[in-house]
DNA sequence: ATTGCATACCCAGTCCCACTAGGCAAGAGC
DNA sequence: GCTCTTGCCTAGTGGGACTGGGTATGCAAT
């Protein structure tokens, strides 16, 4: 019924696909894989997301990319953080917290 | 000291605002106030925001509104949820949930 | 060899929505 | 008079997810 909630979505995906990237260097369908894989399919990385957000993230110097092959042989883009892109997902990771748990306290208040 | 900076909304407006109503009737501007309170000021309501997004839920008919006196004895206009925007309240919960154990997975994930 | 599928990337355009930056108006208090 | 607070509103902006396309490669089965 309800697929990937696009609003919610809206601003988390960066922090998610930087976390992704901290435990080592992915091209972008496997980060994207990764996520869903992640969450039980509850968020899917739609295509059209993942690529501009990935431009974007690099465009800012938070990751930055090689091209080299996949597990499967192909052509892919590997990307990995910087050290700006790993302070700025310690910021991002905080500045969840505090948002979801003020937005709880709301939501959940009986 | 300079505050830390607001959290953005990033979709969860609505819902905050059925929330809000699901207490009883309220004008805009309250509503806006006792987000903050609830939240300990971490979500800032601007009205720029708000009001928009009451307009846009009265005309998906999920809330009714009522010019009417605040408190304060000034003219202002009041909101109730609608049976549809009481339905629509509990959807937007049980997503929010959904999508924020979704993103901990990931985020929190060591 | 050709069809089909999964992998892998990209872009132009659209839509939604929070936010910026104002304006308008009335009551309270100085 | 003047300012502060309360209360509502709108035009415009910008960011970011998504739609709907396209390109290309590797592999497996017909």
New binding site residues.
């Given amino acids: 019924m309800s697929p ?4 919610l ?6 922090a998610l696909i930087l976390k992704t990237l901290s435990w080592g260097p992915r ?4 980060i994207a894989r990764w996520l869903e894989e992640m969450t039980g399919e509850v968020l899917q ?5 993942l ?6 993230l690099e465009r800012r110097g938070l990751i930055q990319s090689e091209w080299g092959t ?8 590997f990307y990995q953080l910087t050290d700006a892109g790993r302070a700025r997902l310690m910021e991002e990771q905080e500045e969840w917290t505090r948002f979801t748990d003020a937005v709880s306290r709301v939501l959940r208040h009986a």
Same sequence: chains 1, 2.
């Fill in positions: 990937s909630p696009a609003a979505l809206h601003g988390t995906l960066d091209h972008g369908y496997a990385i739609e295509e059209g997301s690529y501009p957000a990935l431009y974007r996949s597990e499967l042989n192909r052509r892919a883009k």
